[in-house]
């Protein structure tokens, strides 16, 4: 996907309820380059070796790179091009690792006519939609 592709849903558009998602496959390489990206280098993030001695056996991933999938969702899907992310928050339930597909998604729980505002329900979701990873609620301004 790129710039071109980005959708352009006005206030308007958008109806409680809407829903837009995609999928990611969560790479070794994507977690190596976010964690330089980010500065956060911590090895339960950087390295397996370090890890497999950790509660959860492996790397996993950065929740913030998981927050940054959310700000895809705002910024090419749901608004898309007019959307302005002024707040969110994330709840993280269960790790994610290299290797897991994540279904990133996002539904419109409320619309503020006053001052064209939407709030989207975020989920980070297994592929078979039996395990919430991470969860949250954002707030986005729609500029048209």
Do not use: W
Not at 112 to 124: E, F, G, P, S
């Amino acid at each position: 996907m790129n710039s071109e592709d980005c959708a352009r849903l006005t206030y308007g558009e958008i109806t409680l309820g809407q829903e837009a998602s995609f999928s990611v496959a969560i790479t070794d390489a994507m977690m190596d380059d976010f964690g330089r990206a980010s500065g956060n280098l911590s090895p339960l993030h950087m390295d397996e070796e370090y890890s497999r001695k950790t509660p959860f056996g492996h790397r996993i991933v950065h929740g913030m790179m998981i927050g940054s999938l959310f700000s895809r969702l705002f910024g090419m899907y749901l608004p898309g091009e007019y959307g302005l992310c002024l707040s969110e928050t994330l709840q993280f339930h269960l790790p994610i690792f290299a290797g897991d597909t994540v279904i990133i998604r996002g539904v419109v729980t409320h619309k503020t006519d006053a001052n064209h505002a939407i709030v989207l329900r975020t989920t980070a979701e297994s592929e078979d939609g039996k395990r919430i990873f991470v969860s949250g609620d954002a707030l986005i301004k729609v500029l048209k």
